[in-house]
């Protein structure tokens, strides 16, 4: 469909946000509302509103009003495929087109620009022959890898290196940039919270064979956490199509096979000379003979010379680089004096908008952008920073007062709302032992990250570290313990903490003590706790304390096999959450739990009633997780009121979610109701393709379930008139120890086969 002529600049301005772009891609993979995805794009969410209602009025993007609870939602959508632009005789004309095939071609992280860039052909040449799935360029700080791997891939992912992430934010980010490139999965499966190691490995590198993305992963030795490395590694066994490019100071060892390694050295004689003229002007040649005998070609070595030049070069300096910084610091403004020093008081890169905060507005631009120009500080896509080499000296001479910025840069991660910022911001309210900045970021958490102790652990642990002791620090080490699996330590260190702490962290650690007593199986010990939090809960008038303490209420029941209290206290959960408002995981987790009972106290029809309701909120909300855990328990109860065309429609999502989702266990739950529903409706060939898939999964994993295969594939055999006996004994064998399973699963299949014959054989 044609747009009118008047409406093309705007539309064209739009997309000529990075932002908006964002957004665009993102709703690709499912419909959002405004808060969500400004979580995702962790940027803020009135500015996200607001752009979202700018691309609507254009056309780009549907609105909706969807009925949550009591309350009114508006979730978008994207409303477009792809844009067409055409510049004709009369003008210029945008065209809209809803099409299967949709490539962004515009992402956040991409490689630096690279403006001056001398020599290297060899080098060029050499990297783009290479047949190898990875490929390593090493050597000394500012030889210049980043600069060659941004000249020969210039449409690669960047992923720079942060010494604390974790692997958990090179997936997201990877995530994100899959997702442009029309693969969803990894995003999808990150956003149920999952971040198995070997599923995410998969997911990424069947993400990456189906792209055939180039993802440079800038300073890798900073990296502190190992799966990064194992990941790779896996790459490098694995990988047929898709590059990753590692750039290290150190040489890594991920092995030879699958591996390509290039030693950088410096520039040779004439792209130096070209270099430094290019960068300073005119050099007089003997000065350029003896730099270069110094500098060996090192450019960033040549840069700064270029700016402390013309001048004495003091070749008898015990440290040339020193020599030459403190040569060019000395000629630097006050202001660049000040935001340099400023810069070196983060280890990380920074965001212009983080030293708006930091530095303030006035004068910022000019001072930084001198700054860049120097070659004293570098730009990656929006993030700032210097050099490594620039740092340690600026450390040296430092003297802006640490505490005040550090205190300004917390407010400001604090205001993004998002997890990454998050576990930065506690970092430094850690290294400011501000006891007052500790309780209210543990609180932030509680409330508004509650995911976070599961889908960041790994970068949260090591954070909090620095911090044990402090009791809100131990509450939260505690979820982490827990998390982890060690429910005793958790437990210790919750009852340990228990008294020192009031209001919401006190209800938290009451929750969490009953809950471990719970999983643990220790109901007495529970309870006492449940009543404690009982009375916090009466006492307070916080809606999130009372829903935990109803959640807490409703498991207890539900272990104690008491449904109907169980039931009324799901309510209770479910119209607490309801009045919150905006809370669709948990609300489509109490839906489960709620059919959940229903279907145990023998209501098929209501538990269908609440699975379905379930399904419609994570549906919704883009929540594919829960939108297909209740496929598969509709898959079930249809299953048992032999609906079995229903049953195959939700057990054949479900099926086809866990699988892409790498989940097996999940997959193999949904494949074995969708067997039997094939043998219901004597659809014997998908039935027996469905028996072997879950073999061929038993083989790979050893999931008990998945060995039920082999019972189904010998109820399908019997009913075709084959042999079948042998795959029944294979079964059995498979589950000889799982007596209780066994039962279950002949239960299940009398439904639809007469197992009689299967008694008789045994
Ligand atoms: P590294 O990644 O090895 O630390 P960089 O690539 O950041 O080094 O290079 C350091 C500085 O040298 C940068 O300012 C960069 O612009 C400059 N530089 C590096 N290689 C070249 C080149 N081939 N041509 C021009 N400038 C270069």
């Known amino acids: 469909m044609p747009r009118k002529k008047e409406n093309v600049p705007s539309v064209l301005k739009l ?28 940027k803020n969410e009135t500015d996200i509103s607001r752009r979202l209602k700018a691309l609507e009025r254009a056309g780009l993007v549907e609105g909706r009003w969807i009925r949550f609870g009591d309350k009114n939602v508006r979730r978008y959508s994207l409303k477009v495929d792809g844009l067409k632009v055409n510049f004709e005789p009369e003008g210029i004309k945008v065209a809209a087109a809803r099409e299967e095939e949709y490539t962004p071609t515009v992402v956040k992280e991409e490689a630096p620009s690279v403006e001056d860039f001398f020599g290297r052909e060899s080098e060029l040449k050499l990297l783009s022959s290479v047949k190898e799935p990875i490929l390593v360029i090493y050597g000394m700080a500012g030889i210049g890898k980043t600069t060659l791997a941004a000249k020969a891939f210039p449409d690669a992912f960047w992923y720079p290196v942060r010494e604390g992430d974790g692997f958990e934010y090179f997936t997201w ?80 060892r991920f092995g030879v096979r699958g591996v390509f390694y290039l030693k950088l050295d410096g520039l040779d004689v004439e792209s130096s000379y070209e270099l430094l003229t290019a960068k300073g002007g005119s050099v007089n040649i003997e000065d350029f003979a003896e730099v270069y005998r110094l500098t060996r070609g090192h450019p960033l070595a040549l840069i700064l010379f270029s700016q402390a030049y013309p001048g004495s070069v003091d070749a008898a300096a015990e440290n040339f680089f020193e020599f030459l910084l403190e040569e060019v610091y000395e000629r630097l403004s006050d202001e660049e004096k000040l935001l340099l020093q400023i810069i070196s008081l983060f280890g990380e890169p920074l965001e212009y908008e983080a030293f708006k905060r930091l530095y303030g507005e006035k004068s910022l631009f000019p001072v930084l952008h001198s700054l860049l120009r120097k070659g004293l500080v570098e730009r990656r896509s929006d993030l700032y920073f210097i050099h490594d080499l620039v740092r340690g000296f600026v450390e040296r001479i ?58 960041f652990k790994g970068p949260y642990l090591k954070v909090l570290s620095a911090g044990r002791g402090n009791p809100y620090v131990d509450l939260e080490l505690g979820h982490l313990y827990f998390q982890n699996g060690f429910f005793e330590k958790a437990l210790e260190t919750w009852l340990e903490v228990k008294d020192k702490v009031e209001g919401i962290f006190k209800a938290d650690v009451l929750t969490s003590i009953s809950d471990v007593y719970m999983e643990t199986e220790r109901l007495d010990e529970a309870e ?81 009633k609440h699975y379905t309701e379930a399904m419609e909120v994570a549906r919704l909300h883009g929540l594919s997780f829960f939108e297909n855990l209740a496929n598969m328990e509709l898959a079930k109860v249809y299953y048992h009121l032999g609906d079995h065309r229903k049953a195959l429609e939700h057990s054949s999502r479900a099926v086809e979610y866990f699988r892409r989702m790498r989940n097996y266990r999940r997959a193999v739950d949904s494949l074995a109701y969708r067997c039997v529903s094939f043998i219901g409706v004597e659809e014997l060939e998908r039935a ?16 008990p379930l998945a060995w039920a295969g082999y019972i189904f594939l010998a109820a399908v055999k019997n009913l075709k008139g084959e042999p079948w006996e042998e795959y029944l004994a294979l079964g059995r064998e498979k589950m000889e120890d799982k007596g209780y399973l066994y039962g279950a699963v002949l239960e299940e299949l009398s439904r639809v086969f007469d197992v009689s014959a299967f008694r008789e054989e045994g």
Not at 197 to 209: Q, T
Not at 688 to 703: L, P, T, W
Request: glycine residues 6%; proline residues 3%; aromatic residues 10%.
């Open 528 to 608: 006492k706790y449940l009543m404690e939090l009982k009375e916090v809960a009466e006492g307070s008038s916080d809606p999130e304390i009372r829903l935990w303490y109803y959640m807490m209420l409703t498991k207890f029941y539900y272990y104690r096999e008491e449904p109907e209290k169980a039931m009324e206290s799901a309510f209770t959960e479910l119209k607490i959450l309801r009045e919150m408002g905006d809370n669709p995981e948990l609300e489509s987790i109490v839906l489960l739990h709620i059919g959940d009972i229903n279907s145990w106290m023998g209501r098929p029809e209501e538990a269908l």
């Open 15 to 42: 997309l000529s946000s990075e932002i908006n772009l964002e957004i665009l891609s993102v709703l690709r993979s499912g419909s959002f509302n405004p808060r969500e995805l400004a979580k995702i794009l962790g």
């Open 688 to 703: 027996e393709e469905d028996a072997k898939e879950m073999v061929k999964i038993a083989q790979g994993s050893n999931y």
């Open 173 to 252: 980010q990877v995530g994100l940039y899959l997702n442009r490139l029309g693969y969803p999965d990894l995003i999808e499966y990150l956003r149920a919270g999952n971040i198995e190691e070997r599923e995410v490995f998969e997911i990424i590198l069947r993400g990456l064979e189906k792209t055939g993305a180039v993802i440079v992963v800038d300073d890798f030795h900073r990296c502190r956490d190992e799966r990064l490395g194992r990941f790779i590694a896996f790459l490098a066994e694995k990988m047929k199509t898709g590059k990753v490019v590692v750039l290290s100071r150190e040489k890594p």
């Open 398 to 455: 430092r003297e802006v007062d640490e505490e005040k910025y550090y205190r300004k840069y917390v407010e400001y991660l604090m205001g993004k709302n998002e997890e990454g910022a998050f576990i930065r911001a506690f970092e430094y309210a850690l290294r400011l032992g501000d006891e007052e900045l500790i309780k209210r970021l543990v609180e932030l958490r509680l409330r508004k990250f509650k995911r976070l102790v599961r889908s």
